[in-house]
């Protein structure tokens, strides 16, 4: 059985640093797409940085571009996301997620076919 399992949420204030990270399990991703997307209450899901099977190339949606840095470790099946100056906007579920299919970045919930099941990340004002 597949999974991935995120961790590193939790609250911080503004201007703090978090890194969250995702294992994976079950199967290997070394090959495949991953990314990270985000939900704030009320919100849709925003895809917010990805990263292509090699790590070479990666993504980042001008929301957090410039504050967070997506990277992953191959022999760990681990992928991380690195996030500084985190604002109170930042505040939201972050769910990681793998390509079964695609190894160049996919930019759209459908192009991933395993999800996390989130972890929350709280910033105070």
């Known amino acids: 059985q597949v999974q991935l399992v995120e961790s590193g949420g939790g609250l911080v204030q503004a201007g703090g640093s978090l890194r969250l990270s995702c294992a994976a399990s079950?199967?290997?991703?070394?090959?495949?797409?991953m990314g990270w997307f985000r939900q704030a209450p009320g919100e849709e899901r925003e895809f917010i940085a990805g990263?292509?099977?090699?790590?070479?190339?990666?993504y980042y949606a001008d929301s957090v571009k410039g504050r967070f840095t997506i990277s992953r470790d191959a022999a760990k099946n681990t992928v991380y996301l690195q996030m500084n100056s985190l604002k109170p906007e930042d505040t939201a579920d972050y769910y990681c997620?793998?390509?079964?299919?695609?190894?160049?970045?996919?930019?759209?919930?459908?192009?991933?076919?395993?999800w996390g099941q989130g972890t929350q990340v709280t910033v105070s004002s």
């Open positions: 997620a793998a390509s079964s299919r695609y190894a160049n970045i996919q930019y759209l919930s459908g192009g991933y076919d395993y």
């Open positions: 079950g199967r290997t991703f070394s090959h495949n797409a």
């Open positions: 990263i292509s099977w090699s790590g070479r190339a990666t």
